[in-house]
């Protein structure tokens, strides 16, 4: 397994090949059609989801995993630390949506299968101070999503919070983070949270000059 979290950076994606304008990139809260399209992929019947959202685009939507993409599930805080460090020191992330107060970070198909199993290696996990658990949701697995465009309260997060897309899909082929860059990603957050008290044997320190990143100013 390489050390390496930008191995994909010069995939196509938007922002990707200008860094500056990758850390910049602001929050983007509406579905395009490519990204509708790319959603819909997930299911048996794309344009029967396509037609149901047409119908209804401020409904939330029940999508498959496993298929197009699978999906880790976290805490908010913790999502949002881990896309501090996905956007501000990695290669950024796929789509992220905000759900009954946690976050959903899409990632490559199989990741649900293998994260796990490269956080029991490393011996990380929810016993150690600061690290939540993780919910990784693949193959016979579905997840509800946010509205395609704008958002709605949230009844299963803190009060006032809204389920909303905060990274949304806007095109056919998104990017998707992997098993190895969501562990690293996942290992520099438990690192800013619990400090010294998170050990991982086969990463560096952190960086003491790295640069603080405020995701929820730049998407």
Known sequence: MSNDPHPRRDRERPGSGDRHEQDDRPEVH???????????????YPQDTLDQWAARPATPHVLP??????????PALFGRAMLDRLWGEGPGSGPVASH???????????????????????????GRAGV?????HGTGDA????????????????????S???????????WLPGPEILLWASVRAARAVAGA?????????????????????RR
Not at 164 to 174: N, Q, S
Not at 197 to 217: E, H, L, M, N, W
């Open 30 to 44: 509406e579905v395009s059609a490519e990204g509708a399209a790319w959603l819909a992929s997930a299911g048996t």
């Open 65 to 74: 995993c496993g298929t197009a993409f699978d999906v880790v599930n976290t």
């Open 100 to 126: 009954r107060g946690r976050m959903l970070l899409f990632a490559a198909p199989g990741t649900a299968h293998r994260l796990p199993a490269l956080l029991r290696w490393e011996e990380w996990g929810p």
């Open 132 to 136: 939540p658990p993780l919910l990784c």
């Open 143 to 162: 997840v509800t999503v946010p509205p395609l465009a704008g958002s709605t309260p949230d009844p299963g997060g803190p009060e006032g919070s809204c």
């Open 164 to 174: 909303r897309w905060v990274v949304a899909p806007d095109t056919r082929r998104p």
């Open 197 to 217: 008290a998170v050990k991982v044997s086969i990463f560096p320190g952190p960086d003491q000059g790295a640069k603080v990143y405020d995701v929820s100013r």
